[in-house]
T-cell receptor, first 118, second 111 residues
Framework: NAGVMQNPRHLVRRRGQEARLRCSPM?????VYWYRQLPEEGLKFMVY????????ESGMPKERFSAEFPKEGPSILRIQQVVRGDSAAYFC????????????????FGPGTRLTVL | TQLLEQSPQFLSIQEGENLTVYCNSS?????LQWYRQEPGEGPVLLVT?????EVKKLKRLTFQFGDARKDSSLHITAAQPGDTGLYLC???????????FGSGTKLNVKP
């Protein structure tokens, strides 16, 4: 998927544990988006980050979920005290997103992390 | 807020048939993107349409952006099993920080 890396591909957690999902954007991309997808449903926006900044987290649940995109290293989506309802596929996308050129707002997706909460 | 409506939700056809799926909105977009997602994978960008009335062709896929830039269609000619997947549309452009995807059209092409 165009160079966006996500790991792990599959993650199993028991209720109450923490889940950490990692996303390395494409080279040269400084914008990262996280989405959640339930089976047979579309993609739901969660959060949009640039390096060291959360730009829009309006799609994130207010509790237990957090995201970061540090100056160095991958973006991390962290889910604390997971519950069964958190089971889903989580996708990360990156974009070069330069203002003024709509084509550069195209997103490139990773293969996703499938989280299963037992 | 769901800005985009896609139809039909599900489509099951035989190999060789033609089909059209739609992406509609009451909002005007500076551009619109189409993605295809295969089972177990992330979405893959197919095309970006920018100009009202624009038509883009990608092999057997024809994408059209409405004149008013509120809607778009994807027409597939002589569908093949490899076309099976979830087709998603999303507004592009600099006006949106949130990428609201349509709910998608799930296409199944039977051999």
């Amino acid at each position: 998927n165009a160079g966006v890396m996500q790991n792990p591909r599959h993650l199993v957690r028991r209720r109450g544990q923490e889940a950490r999902l990692r996303c390395s954007p494409m080279k040269g991309h400084s914008h990262v988006y996280w989405y959640r997808q339930l089976p047979e449903e579309g993609l739901k926006f969660m959060v949009y980050l640039q390096k060291e900044n959360i730009i829009d987290e309006s799609g994130m649940p207010k509790e237990r979920f957090s995201a970061e995109f540090p100056k160095e290293g991958p973006s991390i989506l962290r889910i604390q005290q997971v519950v069964r309802g958190d089971s889903a596929a989580y996708f990360c996308a990156s974009s070069p997103r330069v203002a003024g050129d709509v084509r550069l707002n195209e997103q490139f997706f990773g293969p996703g992390t499938r989280l299963t909460v037992l | 807020t769901q800005l985009l409506e896609q139809s039909p939700q599900f489509l099951s056809i035989q190999e060789g048939e033609n089909l059209t799926v739609y992406c509609n909105s009451s909002s005007v977009f500076s551009s619109l993107q189409w993605y295809r997602q295969e089972p177990g994978e992330g979405p893959v960008l197919l095309v970006t349409v920018v100009t009202g009335g624009e038509v883009k062709k990608l092999k057997r896929l024809t994408f059209q952006f409405g004149d008013a830039r509120k809607d778009s269609s994807l027409h597939i000619t002589a569908a093949q099993p490899g076309d099976t997947g979830l087709y998603l549309c999303a507004p592009g452009g600099d006006n949106f920080n949130k990428f609201y995807f349509g709910s998608g059209t799930k296409l199944n092409v039977k051999p």
